[in-house]
């Protein structure tokens, strides 16, 4: 099983975790990845657009003139497609884009997101996000001395005030509990920090 060291938001070592080699160690799936990131950014598409057809738009459904002898082409509606300002034909209307992906893909990705930052040493354990205040400015000394020039994930579980506070301001930062974890957030940050309560849930829950 692959061991990664746990460090302080000092940037110092004070000890070492064991992986899982089931969840940080499997072979990346791109197939799964790309499915997983489709589907998140499906879930998020809000489908309110809308167009108006032949019985929405206004206008009298009177029939202009004669069916035959006009010399006009013949027309039963001002509101026709073929007429400016009728009707659209075809055109998109509200509608729900999320769809269900298989809990076994989703969590497939996952792993494959995982192992990714592993293998490319783009991911951090740190034993404790402890923050003295909920101030932006500290927490920004603390990602400086990791990279501050990337983007940045953290994950932590639940309940530490000061982070959840303090990551809002930070542009290229975004906080996610272990809980909510997906390999969209993975994926769109280069580095990640997580917290070794974190990642011990995130082996708990994944282990197969």
Do not use: C
Not at 145 to 154: H, I, P, Y
């Amino acid at each position: 099983m692959p061991s990664m060291e746990v460090k302080n938001i000092e940037n110092q070592k004070v000890g070492e975790i064991t992986l899982s080699e089931e969840i940080f160690g499997v072979r990346v799936n791109q197939d799964l990845l790309y499915e997983a990131v489709r589907h998140f950014l499906a879930s998020l598409r809000s489908g309110t657009h809308s167009t108006k057809t032949r019985s929405d738009v206004a206008g009298s459904g009177r029939k202009l003139w004669k069916q035959k002898g006009a010399g006009r082409a013949r027309i039963g509606s001002v509101r026709s497609p073929l007429w400016r300002h009728g009707g659209t034909v075809f055109g998109p209307h509200p509608r729900a884009y999320a769809y269900r992906l298989p809990r076994k893909m989703l969590l497939g990705a996952l792993r494959s997101a995982l192992s990714a930052k592993v293998a490319d040493q783009d991911m951090t354990v740190i034993h404790e996000f402890s923050l003295g205040d909920h101030k932006s400015k500290s927490l920004r000394e603390v990602l400086d001395r990791f990279d501050g020039k990337s983007t940045v994930l953290l994950v932590d579980i639940p309940g530490n005030r000061n982070l959840e506070l303090s990551y809002r301001n930070l542009e290229g930062v975004e906080l996610v509990s272990g809980y909510d974890l997906h390999p969209y957030n993975l994926l769109r940050y280069k580095k990640l920090l997580i917290s070794r309560p974190a990642v011990e849930k995130l082996q708990e829950a994944l282990a197969s």
